[in-house]
Nanobody, 116 residues
Framework: QAQLVESGGGLVQPGGSLRLSCAAS????????MDWYRQAPGKQRELVAS???????NYADSVKGRFTISRDNAKNTVYLQMNSLKPEDTAVYYC??????????WGQGTQVTVSS
């Protein structure tokens, strides 16, 4: 059974950094585009970053230049390095891929709070 487990969130001051991890199981990880999403209170879930099977990244304009997505196919893990964090980055962060999200399979997410 497919499973996604996000970790690495926490409380950080504005301008700080965090590195999120997402471990996937039950899928052939290397065959899938992987995405990071976030959902802030009262807002819709939004796509933050994607990485292709070949490692090519794509970013939402709001995080471009500050966030870096990467993947380790040997570890079935996708990462999100977040630098220069802003209060508006506060949200629950989720990873997924189009195959699992179409089946409404999501992990528990990891909370990121940016506050002084």
């Amino acid at each position: 059974q497919a499973q996604l487990v996000e970790s690495g969130g926490g409380l950080v001051q504005p301008g700080g950094s965090l590195r999120l991890s997402c471990a996937a199981s039950g899928i052939i990880f290397r065959l899938y585009v992987m995405d990071w999403y976030r959902q802030a209170p009262g807002k819709q879930r939004e796509l933050v970053a994607s990485i292709t099977t070949g490692g090519r990244p794509n970013y939402a304009d709001s995080v471009k230049g500050r966030f870096t997505i990467s993947r380790d196919n040997a570890k079935n893990t996708v990462y999100l390095q977040m630098n220069s964090l802003k209060p508006e980055d506060t949200a629950v962060y989720y990873c997924n891929n189009p195959y699992l999200s179409a089946r409404n399979i999501w992990g528990q997410g990891t909370q990121v709070t940016v506050s002084s």
